[in-house]
Protein backbone atom coordinates (compact mmCIF):
# COMPACT_ATOMS: atom_id res chain seq x y z
CA UNK A 1 0.00 0.00 0.00
CA UNK A 2 1.28 3.24 -0.85
CA UNK A 3 2.49 5.78 1.67
CA UNK A 4 -0.58 8.49 2.07
CA UNK A 5 0.39 12.38 2.75
CA UNK A 6 -1.30 15.68 2.39
CA UNK A 7 -0.04 18.92 2.37
CA UNK A 8 -1.06 21.90 4.33
CA UNK A 9 -0.57 25.00 3.03
CA UNK A 10 1.77 25.88 5.38
CA UNK A 11 4.20 23.37 3.65
CA UNK A 12 3.91 24.57 0.61
CA UNK A 13 4.42 28.52 1.55
CA UNK A 14 7.91 26.74 3.60
CA UNK A 15 8.70 25.45 0.10
CA UNK A 16 8.33 27.92 -2.09
CA UNK A 17 10.99 30.37 0.07
CA UNK A 18 12.66 27.26 0.98
CA UNK A 19 12.20 27.65 4.90
CA UNK A 20 13.42 24.95 7.42
CA UNK A 21 12.90 21.32 7.02
CA UNK A 22 11.25 22.44 3.42
CA UNK A 23 13.53 19.66 2.11
CA UNK A 24 10.77 17.08 3.29
CA UNK A 25 8.03 18.64 1.02
CA UNK A 26 10.78 18.27 -1.89
CA UNK A 27 11.37 14.39 -0.65
CA UNK A 28 7.54 14.11 -0.40
CA UNK A 29 7.25 15.51 -4.09
CA UNK A 30 9.77 13.10 -5.81
CA UNK A 31 7.76 10.16 -3.74
CA UNK A 32 4.68 11.07 -5.16
CA UNK A 33 5.74 12.03 -8.78
CA UNK A 34 7.53 8.24 -8.89
CA UNK A 35 4.31 6.90 -7.74
CA UNK A 36 5.76 5.44 -3.93
CA UNK A 37 3.47 7.89 -2.09
CA UNK A 38 0.21 9.33 -2.87
CA UNK A 39 -0.20 13.28 -2.23
CA UNK A 40 -3.31 15.11 -1.30
CA UNK A 41 -4.13 18.73 -0.68
CA UNK A 42 -7.57 20.20 0.28
CA UNK A 43 -9.28 23.03 -2.31
CA UNK A 44 -9.80 25.18 0.02
CA UNK A 45 -5.44 24.82 1.65
CA UNK A 46 -4.49 25.64 -1.99
CA UNK A 47 -6.65 28.58 -1.95
CA UNK A 48 -4.70 29.62 1.54
CA UNK A 49 -1.58 29.10 -1.15
CA UNK A 50 -3.31 31.42 -3.97
CA UNK A 51 -3.68 34.03 -1.60
CA UNK A 52 -0.41 34.21 0.29
CA UNK A 53 1.94 33.66 -2.54
CA UNK A 54 -0.26 36.85 -3.94
CA UNK A 55 -0.96 38.79 -1.07
CA UNK A 56 2.62 38.57 0.05
CA UNK A 57 4.09 38.57 -3.58
CA UNK A 58 6.44 35.59 -2.68
CA UNK A 59 6.86 34.87 -7.08
CA UNK A 60 7.98 36.89 -9.37
CA UNK A 61 5.53 35.65 -11.65
CA UNK A 62 2.22 34.37 -9.83
CA UNK A 63 0.91 32.79 -12.86
CA UNK A 64 3.36 30.58 -14.04
CA UNK A 65 4.10 30.03 -10.16
CA UNK A 66 0.04 29.08 -10.49
CA UNK A 67 -0.05 27.22 -13.39
CA UNK A 68 3.10 24.88 -11.68
CA UNK A 69 1.87 24.30 -8.74
CA UNK A 70 -1.54 22.64 -10.35
CA UNK A 71 1.29 20.40 -11.82
CA UNK A 72 2.45 18.91 -8.67
CA UNK A 73 1.82 15.16 -8.35
CA UNK A 74 -0.82 16.39 -6.14
CA UNK A 75 -4.75 15.14 -5.73
CA UNK A 76 -6.65 18.56 -5.01
CA UNK A 77 -9.88 17.33 -2.96
CA UNK A 78 -13.18 19.02 -3.16
CA UNK A 79 -15.50 19.78 -0.57
CA UNK A 80 -18.59 17.64 -0.12
CA UNK A 81 -21.41 18.35 2.24
CA UNK A 82 -20.16 15.36 4.42
CA UNK A 83 -16.45 17.19 4.13
CA UNK A 84 -17.72 20.77 5.17
CA UNK A 85 -19.46 18.80 8.14
CA UNK A 86 -16.24 16.67 9.05
CA UNK A 87 -14.07 20.29 9.16
CA UNK A 88 -17.08 22.14 11.25
CA UNK A 89 -16.93 18.84 13.72
CA UNK A 90 -13.56 19.36 14.51
CA UNK A 91 -13.57 23.41 14.73
CA UNK A 92 -16.22 23.02 17.59
CA UNK A 93 -13.06 20.75 18.95
CA UNK A 94 -10.52 22.65 18.45
CA UNK A 95 -9.22 26.45 18.55
CA UNK A 96 -7.77 26.31 14.78
CA UNK A 97 -8.81 28.04 11.98
CA UNK A 98 -11.60 27.24 9.63
CA UNK A 99 -8.90 26.08 6.93
CA UNK A 100 -6.91 24.14 8.68
CA UNK A 101 -9.85 21.74 9.95
CA UNK A 102 -10.58 21.48 6.01
CA UNK A 103 -6.36 20.51 6.38
CA UNK A 104 -7.31 17.76 9.04
CA UNK A 105 -10.92 16.15 7.81
CA UNK A 106 -9.45 15.42 4.64
CA UNK A 107 -6.15 13.61 6.19
CA UNK A 108 -8.78 11.65 8.04
CA UNK A 109 -11.24 11.12 5.15
CA UNK A 110 -7.92 9.57 3.24
CA UNK A 111 -5.82 8.26 6.29
CA UNK A 112 -3.16 10.56 5.14
CA UNK A 113 -0.22 12.20 7.35
CA UNK A 114 -0.57 15.91 7.26
CA UNK A 115 2.73 17.89 6.74
CA UNK A 116 2.81 21.24 7.96
CA UNK A 117 5.19 22.72 10.40
CA UNK A 118 2.13 25.10 11.80
CA UNK A 119 2.15 24.54 15.57
CA UNK A 120 -1.67 24.73 15.62
CA UNK A 121 -1.39 21.20 14.47
CA UNK A 122 0.20 19.98 17.60
CA UNK A 123 -3.32 20.01 19.41
CA UNK A 124 -4.80 17.11 16.83
CA UNK A 125 -1.82 14.92 17.13
CA UNK A 126 -3.71 12.35 19.24
CA UNK A 127 -6.58 12.46 16.06
CA UNK A 128 -4.28 12.30 13.29
CA UNK A 129 -0.36 11.91 12.26
CA UNK A 130 1.65 14.68 11.59
CA UNK A 131 4.67 14.82 9.44
CA UNK A 132 6.30 17.67 11.10
CA UNK A 133 8.92 19.98 8.76
Known amino acids: MKKRSLLDS ?3 IAYLKKEKNFQVVVERLKEAESGKRLLYMNQINAGE ?3 QVRKKNLTRDFNKFWET ?3 LPVEFIA ?3 ELVTEAAKIKSRHSLSFADC ?3 ATAVREKAAIITGDPEFKQLEKEVEIEWI
Request: net charge negative; proline share 0%.
Open 102 to 104: FAA
Open 69 to 71: FLL
Open 10 to 12: YAV
Open 79 to 81: NDF
Open 49 to 51: VYY
